[in-house]
């Protein structure tokens, strides 16, 4: 179909590169996602019972390359325009490529927690608390500070063939631009970046055996000239801005309408965090929390948790329950359930800890059980815990950026299920707005876009659901709370 370039039919193109899947989808100058056009491609990394997760780069290269050709196979069909492309993936992931552009290693998941015990070295060896106020992050297996300084143990060969260290975003727009070169977001969350300056930590880098000419150049512009091979292969991107990745975490922000302080996104997802933007620099942090960019002017602030759709679905298939988070049998067994009558108290930490206390060798527990337990009564209980460690942030979070007007939540958790929503408000004591968009992370990446673009015609839609908390369960819960908070204290304290 023959394309009016002075129509209306304007799209921004939104890659989101998360945990489990690639999307591919559009949006329109309104932020509203154009449907019939969305791509979405599965796919696993590799794990093992030593904290292996890790796939190969260029398979999930490859994976997001056909996503996109199915994509623009979809839009060739339509009358629009593409003016431009965003892109969000997952922070921290690591890959190591030498000077013929060949991956040394393979890309190393977030919840990767084998170079758990080079955090540990780092915090006997350097000074953890004024290192989080430079670089907003702690020492933990997450970050680049130890995955690096691991695989350098591990293979003392990279020293000398690593040409860059990347992230999956800085790889991708090499294969496809050619340039090295990363973002103030994707540079902020990995442990070796000056939060004050918006530059490389040198000083740390050199201590880790981290050269400084090995990390990528930060940049905050976009590239237009993709290389030959993908030029020829997509014309609808060849000669657009593609604007460098930012972190999945920065976009579901964005894309749930949460812009500043007046409303924190609480993500529940494979796994779970609670996050604000702010335009203030100089935040201290505590212990707790992290703090990466969105960009140059706009810091995000919060705290994560490895295991919150994970966990339930690791406690179904476990306790043979129902397979279908929304099965309405499984949500209304739940919800019989009288709070905390089961008496049970679970440590969700399947994956190890991150806030508030980053304990890498965390593991998951169930404290309580009897011979009158039910598997039912364990996975509500594994629902609350999950309630529960997002009350841990938020209290932090109040106390650090204050009070917010809403709670906006996003994830398919919380699509899913609606025990788990009730639940969280519950606890929290709040309403619970859920988001209507169910694509959040690719729609901030697109609103970046527009944004910088200056064709932003931003229009909100009302709540997908709302829920209030009920005051007499939040009672029992805030006993519920300071019991699972004493077991908490004493695995923190293990640290």
Known sequence: MQRDDTSKNL?????????????????????QEVKNLFVQTFYQMEIDLIGKVEISVEELFTKTIKSIDQFL???????????GVGLSTIWHSLVAIDSKANALT??????????????????????????????????????????????????????????????????LFFRLFGEIVTSVSL?????????????????LSQRLSIKPNQLPPISESPLSNL????????????????????????????????????????????????????????????????????????????????????????????L??????????????LREIKTDSHNLTVLPFLSGERSLGWHNEAKAA?????????????????LESIAYQFLLIYLEMIKTV???????????????????????????????FVSPYSEASSRGAALLVLEKLNVLELKTSSFKKTYFPNLKNQEIYQKAFERYQKYYKKLIEEN
């Open 366 to 382: 169930i404290l309580g059980l009897q011979l009158s337990s039910k598997p039912i009564e364990v996975l509500r209980a594994g």
């Open 11 to 31: 799209l921004v193109c939104a890659i989101d590169i998360g945990t489990s899947s690639i999307r591919v989808s559009a949006f329109n100058q309104n932020g």
């Open 187 to 203: 540079a902020s969350a990995t442990g070796l970046f000056n939060r004050y300056n918006l530059k490389w930590n040198e000083e």
């Open 320 to 333: 043979n329950l129902p397979k279908e988070s929304s099965s309405q049998s499984l949500e209304q067994a």
């Open 402 to 432: 204050g009070t917010p007007q809403k709670l906006i939540a996003t994830g398919g958790g919380l699509y899913n299920s609606e025990i788990l929503g009730e639940i969280i408000a519950d606890v929290l004591g709040k309403e619970l």
């Open 106 to 171: 393979p890309l190393i998941s977030w919840n990767d927690t084998r170079s758990r015990d080079f955090a540990k070295r780092l915090r006997e060896t350097l000074d953890e608390l004024s290192l989080h106020q430079t670089t907003g992050c702690r020492f933990h297996s997450s970050y680049w500070s130890a995955k690096i300084p691991w695989l350098l143990s591990i293979n003392p060969r990279l020293e000398k063939q690593v040409k860059y260290w990347l992230s999956f975003g800085d790889y």
């Open 73 to 83: 196979n979809k839009v060739a069909k339509e009358n629009y325009l593409l003016i």
């Open 227 to 318: 290389v030959s091979e993908f030029s020829s292969r997509w014309p609808q991107l060849a000669n657009i801005p593609w604007h460098l990745a930012i972190g999945d975490g920065a976009c579901n922000n964005l894309g749930s309408d949460c812009f500043d302080e007046k409303n924190f996104a609480i993500m529940v997802g494979t796994s779970g965090a609670i996050r604000v933007i702010t335009r203030e620099k100089n935040i201290a942090l505590p212990s707790g929390l992290w703090s990466y960019s969105v960009e140059n002017e706009r810091k995000i602030v919060g705290g994560a948790i490895s295991n919150a759709g994970n966990l339930f679905a690791w406690l179904k298939d476990t």
